[in-house]
T-cell receptor, first 114, second 113 residues
Framework: EPEVTQTPSHQVTQMGQEVILRCVPISNHLYFYWYRQILGQKVEFLVSFYNNEISEKSEIFDDQFSVERPDGSNFTLKIRSTKLEDSAMYFC????????????FGPGTRLTVL | RKEVEQDPGPFNVPEGATVAFNCTYSNSASQSFFWYRQDCRKEPKLLMSVYSSGNEDGRFTAQLNRASQYISLLIRDSKLSDSATYLCVVTDHGSSNTGKLIFGQGTTLQVKP
């Protein structure tokens, strides 16, 4: 079965540093998402992306966050100046369409901000 | 009020038991409903969609009551491998254009031998 991959699996960074989380969505999917899950809490929507544009972003996705599809296969999430409260598991997902219920999630990147 | 509310559990049941989880959602305009499963420290995976007419997939049955804004999941003949957190997920009226899924906090199930 095709799968979404994410790198790195674990990222440790100092507060104020920039991080880039990388994702390779399923190859024929055109719709991409980032979600995050703080330990012990619910999965929260960050952003959806299609046709090189953000379709929707949540209140969490402030000016410190950005997404990019730098080439035909990668989808990245950048946090410009990390804060302690950014520590969480970040999940990338992709789908065939926004209206399709099946989101294929990657295994996640655990971000720890010290 | 939370957008999607679930009893966090944990539900501890013996193998072979039948267990039911409930979920309520606050937005009456929500259009689509799902159950996802999440194993410890893993990614969520779609378990099944939920329809007003109810739907069944093997040992799993999901029901939706739009009038009460209530979703349920029934697991029959529980297996050890069913141990996981079950996430109630909804979309809103705009999600077909943006893809946003709204997750509940999840209900944890532990099936014991």
């Amino acid at each position: 079965e095709p799968e979404v991959t994410q790198t790195p699996s674990h990222q440790v960074t100092q507060m104020g540093q920039e991080v880039i989380l990388r994702c390779v969505p399923i190859s024929n999917h055109l719709y991409f998402y980032w979600y995050r899950q703080i330990l012990g809490q619910k999965v929260e929507f960050l952003v959806s992306f299609y046709n090189n544009e953000i379709s929707e972003k949540s209140e969490i996705f402030d000016d410190q966050f950005s997404v990019e599809r730098p080439d035909g296969s990668n989808f990245t999430l950048k946090i410009r100046s990390t804060k302690l409260e950014d520590s969480a598991m970040y999940f990338c997902a992709s789908s065939e369409a926004f209206s399709k219920p099946h989101r294929y999630f990657g295994p996640g990147t655990r971000l720890t901000v010290l | 009020r939370k957008e999607v509310e679930q009893d966090p559990g944990p539900f501890n049941v013996p193998e072979g038991a039948t267990v039911a989880f409930n979920c309520t959602y606050s937005n009456s305009a929500s259009q689509s409903f799902f159950w996802y499963r999440q194993d410890c420290r893993k990614e969520p995976k779609l378990l099944m969609s939920v329809y007003s007419s109810g739907n069944e997939d093997g040992r799993f049955t999901a029901q939706l009551n739009r009038a009460s804004q209530y979703i349920s999941l029934l697991i029959r003949d529980s297996k050890l491998s069913d141990s996981a957190t079950y996430l109630c997920v909804v979309t809103d009226h705009g999600s077909s254009n943006t893809g946003k899924l709204i997750f509940g906090q999840g209900t944890t199930l532990q099936v014991k031998p």
